[in-house]
């Protein structure tokens, strides 16, 4: 199992391959290689004993001793398409952890103790995120009175259909309220109808990635969550396990606006989705990246103290909470 130690003296490490480059294996250090003119050159060299997980982004080749040596030194790895889907993971250190997903498995469905108290951490965020703004507009205004509400209401909900519409309304206030100043319309996961929901689509794919890392190190199954439901494919776990670090993601992409470091110039539209032009697909993609893994701590203790209480059987209160402000 992993342990602060691991998180202190190993690093994430993420690797765009806007070309077709290769991984592998020489004198115990990781290389990636680039081949130009038929021959291969060396980009950067890692030593294993300093890497905790590794993103790969783009076109790679992986070889047999790669794997072999992610599995001996524990590292985690992960493998995406140019999109961020996911195509390979590897992190199998705590797979056999058979006596969690035995609980996940037992889990009742209609128990939503634990639910509650995510959605308690992703609003208690969201009002926080709206207070640092120090706007004072009605706008504002409203959508942090409906946090507070919404945040007060929970102790007494005890039908999950209650606590998916007192999360839906309290969504809608919040972006309304924080993207103001971008001609903020709706929020359309997915849809990718304007150039902020495309933007927005990207960072959060990024986390559930992020997430999705750190609660295979804990041999979470993926698909079992206890606030989104069982569905085909769908990773419901990693789903709840994000909710509270989506500030992350929505801070990121305010400030990137603001700095000009996003622009609507950077996408393009096709029959009515904007999607970002592949040759800004990297800058992107460190924005986020780089705010995620300065955040490595919180995800790693988080998602440690949730396993931690999910295997003794803990009453909800005892579950983690991840504070933005603090953190």
């Known amino acids: 199992m992993f342990t602060n130690k691991d998180l202190e003296y190993r690093s994430i490490f993420v690797i765009n391959c806007l070309e077709h480059r290769n991984l592998r294996v020489s004198n115990g250090e990781l290389l990636l290689e ?51 889907r996911p195509v390979f993971f590897h992190a199998d250190s705590a797979e056999a952890n058979y006596l969690l997903r035995q609980r996940q498995y037992a889990f009742r469905k209609d128990d939503i103790s634990i639910a509650k108290i995510i959605m308690k951490s992703k609003i208690s965020n969201q009002c926080q995120l709206l207070l640092n703004t120090r706007m004072h507009d009605e706008m504002t205004k409203d959508a942090i009175s409906q946090c507070k509400d919404a945040i007060g209401k929970m102790e007494s909900v005890d039908k999950y259909e209650t606590l998916m519409g007192i999360e839906g309304i309290t969504a809608k206030k919040f972006f309304a309220a924080y993207f103001q100043a971008f001609d903020w319309h709706q929020r359309a996961p997915r849809a990718k109808c304007d150039v902020l929901n495309a933007t927005l689509d990207i960072g959060y794919t990024v986390l559930f990635n992020f997430i999705e890392v750190f609660a295979r190190m804990f041999g979470f199954d993926p ?30 992409t305010r400030k990137g606006f603001n700095l000009k470091q996003f622009k609507a110039d950077d996408f393009e539209c096709r029959k009515g989705e904007f999607s ?31 396993y931690r209480c999910f295997m003794q059987g803990k009453p909800a209160e005892y579950y983690p909470i991840f504070n933005y402000q603090k953190a």
Not at 278 to 293: D, M
């Open 276 to 306: 970002l032009k592949f040759e800004k697909s990297g800058e992107y993609y460190k924005v986020f990246y780089t705010a995620l893994i300065e955040r490595k701590r919180d995800v790693f203790e988080y998602v440690r103290e949730y």
């Open 223 to 252: 698909y079992i969550g206890v606030y989104h439901r069982l569905w085909f494919r769908r990773k419901s776990l990693i789903c709840d396990l994000m909710e509270p670090f989506r500030c992350i993601i929505d801070v990121q």
């Open 34 to 84: 680039e081949t130009i003119d038929e021959e291969k050159k060396t980009l950067t060299k890692l030593p294993f004993q300093k890497i905790l997980a590794l993103f790969v982004i783009g076109h790679i080749t992986i070889t047999t001793p790669l794997i072999e040596k992610c599995r001996k030194n524990n590292v985690a790895l992960c493998v995406m398409k140019q999109n961020l």
